[in-house]
């Protein structure tokens, strides 16, 4: 973070602390739809094996306890919840908590492995983006049976929605896929995910959601396993699948200011993790992180889900040293400086 950055987010924190003070979170919801980034337990519901609700993910979270995050402990998102005066989570929709009183403050739809290509999530038996929306319209239902239906479509309208996606469509299909990579290039397959993107905000839009923050993707290339499996025996970030994920993320920006043009009323914001993950990654000690390169999880370089598990043979024993916990994801101490970072950027969203 750079000096006015960071300025910015003491700013931030102070006004944010008179609120929390108050008691009221600064919006009634959170609805969060997406990938493993995001999920906070959907994953444990379905029949996937991209599963996160076993030890060691969990060990550093509340009561030590696994819960699907793909992370030692808290997701950026949980910092986020917190950050802006939430007290709890809102809980993943497919889980027993998602229920009562507790759908007043939003539910987490996302989904480990899903993608903005619907088929990314159907390799991996995931909830595409597009049942994570009837998941959503019928939380509405629910909602107005709850609040009432005015209060519920002003808890829409004023909630907070944050959208994390298009990782798993990279990593976990196009660069392995030869159905995608022999018939699309990075950049075709970018246009292809964008129209998605734009067609998913429009959906929400239509269901009375107007406050939007979308992620951008993560330096792809300077996750462990993405070095291990493409750098070539480098331990060095791959530049070709970084500059993919820099292309996407111009797209998103552009596609997302036309949507802000044409769509009244709507406040969408990119949420850049791309540059607050890349200084984690090439400057880890100015963070007071010792490793970037291997992951805390068994041997760091590759595992992820169930390959990350009790019997791994290397985890580490401070999760707070490294910035990555498994293979894809990172540590809660890295996301914890990522969600100060969508604070500051995403202020417009929250004030
Ligand atoms: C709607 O919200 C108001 C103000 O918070 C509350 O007094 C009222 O009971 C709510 N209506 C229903 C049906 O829950
Ligand atoms: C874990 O590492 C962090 C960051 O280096 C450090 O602040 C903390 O004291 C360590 N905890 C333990 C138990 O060693
Ligand atoms: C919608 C959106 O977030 N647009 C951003 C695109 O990038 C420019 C330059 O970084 C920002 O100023 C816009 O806000």
């Given at each position: ?49 991209v599963k996160a609700n ?90 107005e049976g709850i609040a ?153 370089l590759l595992e992820t ?47």
């Amino acid at each position: 973070m750079g000096y006015s950055n960071s300025l910015l987010a003491t700013f931030f924190f102070l006004c944010l602390e008179l609120y929390v003070i108050n008691g009221q979170p600064l919006v009634p919801a959170m609805f969060i739809f997406g990938d493993s980034v995001v999920d906070a337990g959907n994953n444990n519901y379905i029949y996937t094996i991209v599963k996160a609700n076993f030890r060691p993910y969990g060990r550093d979270f509340v009561h030590h306890k696994p819960t699907g995050r793909f992370c030692n402990g808290k997701l950026a998102a949980d910092f986020t919840a917190e950050n802006i005066g939430f007290t709890s989570y809102p809980p993943a929709y497919l889980s027993e908590e998602a229920n009562g009183k507790n759908l007043l403050i939003g539910a987490n739809f996302a989904s480990g492995a899903s993608g903005y290509y619907e088929t990314t999530a159907k390799l991996y038996h995931a909830i595409p983006l597009s049942q994570q929306l009837e998941h959503f319209k019928d939380y509405q239902r629910k909602l107005e049976g709850i609040a009432g239906k005015t209060n519920a479509s002003s808890i829409i309208s004023g909630g907070l929605c944050l959208v994390s996606s298009g990782s798993s469509d990279f990593i976990q299909n196009y660069y392995i896929n030869p159905l995608l990579y022999k018939v699309y290039t990075p950049d075709q397959f970018s246009d292809i995910l964008i129209e998605s993107f734009s067609a998913f905000v429009q959906k929400l839009y239509g269901l009375g959601v107007r406050k939007i923050g979308v992620s951008t993707l993560p330096p792809l290339g300077c996750l462990p396993a993405t070095i291990t499996v493409f750098g070539s025996d480098s331990n060095e970030c791959v530049d070709k699948i970084n500059g993919d994920a820099v292309s996407f993320n111009n797209k998103l920006n552009a596609t997302s200011q036309s949507l802000v043009n044409k769509l009244s009323g709507l406040n969408l914001v990119v949420l850049d993790i791309y540059q607050p993950l890349h200084d984690l990654v090439t400057k880890p000690s100015e963070n007071g992180f010792v490793e970037a390169r291997r992951a805390c999880c068994g041997t760091g370089l590759l595992e992820t889900s169930i390959l990350c598990n009790k019997k791994s043979i290397g985890t580490c024993a401070n999760a707070s040293e490294y910035v990555f916990w498994d293979g894809f994801h990172p540590t809660e101490a890295a996301n914890k400086i990522l969600a100060d970072d969508l604070l500051s950027s995403g202020i417009s969203l929250i004030s």
